[in-house]
Nanobody, 124 residues
Framework: QVQLVESGGGMVQAGGSLRLSCLASGRIFSDRAMGWFRQAPGLEREFVAS????????DYADSAKGRFIISRDDVKNTVFLQMNSLKPEDTAVYYCSVGKSWRNYRNRDESDYWGRGTQVTVSS
């Protein structure tokens, strides 16, 4: 059974940092794109960042560029999201997913495995 489990969320003041982790189990995803979405209350789930297999390419939402860094460790079957200079508008539940393809990863319908999410709250 495939499982994605996120961790590392929490409450932080504006300007602070958090590092999210997503551990995959049940199969190896080194051949797949992985990444992160987030969903704030009342809003749709939106793309944050993705990383291709073998870390060849990375893609970031405009809101994440220059502040967030995505990485992966295929030995540990884990993807990370280092979030720096956090803002109150980054407050959301952050979800890890596995994409069917790198090219279409931004489309959330193109992810076929999802974690349950981890809450990130940034106070002003």
């Amino acid at each position: 059974q495939v499982q994605l489990v996120e961790s590392g969320g929490g409450m932080v003041q504006a300007g602070g940092s958090l590092r999210l982790s997503c551990l995959a189990s049940g199969r190896i995803f080194s051949d797949r794109a992985m990444g992160w979405f987030r969903q704030a209350p009342g809003l749709e789930r939106e793309f944050v960042a993705s990383i291709s297999r073998s870390s060849f390419s990375r893609d970031y939402a405009d809101s994440a560029k220059g502040r967030f860094i995505i990485s992966r460790d295929d030995v540990k079957n884990t993807v990370f999201l280092q979030m720096n200079s956090l803002k109150p508008e980054d407050t959301a539940v952050y979800y890890c997913s596995v994409g069917k393809s790198w090219r279409n990863y931004r489309n959330r319908d193109e992810s076929d495995y999802w974690g349950r999410g981890t809450q990130v709250t940034v106070s002003s």
